[in-house]
């Protein structure tokens, strides 16, 4: 079983920064890819990033490429979402999710439905 917890969100103006953090809690927590997805008001979950469980290969969706960036430490078993120049199109609720799967190959990472584990959200507002 693996238990997540966000923390970190909060209300920052355009182009300011946040960072998020995901307390991992698993027997086998550093072979699990990690994600970040969130979910605006009327929307469907979106994957945001992924990396892989050693930190080695990442994923970014294309509205946060060059803005976000998603590591690891395994040792502390956490994992982070720097986020900066947030603009009003990244308010959501931001989940981090887990999957005991390897990263490459297909790209599974892409669905939010593949993940089995989810924490249980923090609010990120960035107002104009």
């Known amino acids: 079983q693996v238990q997540l917890v966000e923390s970190g969100g909060g209300l920052v103006q355009a182009g300011g920064s946040l960072r998020l953090s995901c307390a991992v809690s698993?027997?086998?927590?550093?072979?699990?890819?990690m994600a970040w997805l969130r979910q605006a008001p009327g929307k469907e979950r979106e994957l945001v990033g992924a990396?892989?469980?050693?930190?080695?290969?990442?994923y970014y969706a294309d509205s946060v490429k060059g803005r976000f960036t998603i590591s690891r430490d395994n040792a502390k078993n956490t994992v982070y979402l720097q986020m900066n120049s947030l603009n009003p199109d990244g308010t959501a609720v931001y989940y981090c999710?887990?999957?005991?799967?390897?990263?490459?190959?297909?790209?599974?990472?892409?669905?939010?439905?593949?993940?089995?584990?989810w924490g249980q959200g923090t609010q990120v507002t960035a107002s104009s």
């Open positions: 990396v892989s469980w050693n930190g080695g290969i990442t």
């Open positions: 999710a887990a999957e005991a799967r390897y990263f490459h190959g297909s790209s599974w990472y892409l669905n939010p439905h593949e993940y089995d584990y």
């Open positions: 698993a027997r086998t927590g550093s072979r699990y890819t």
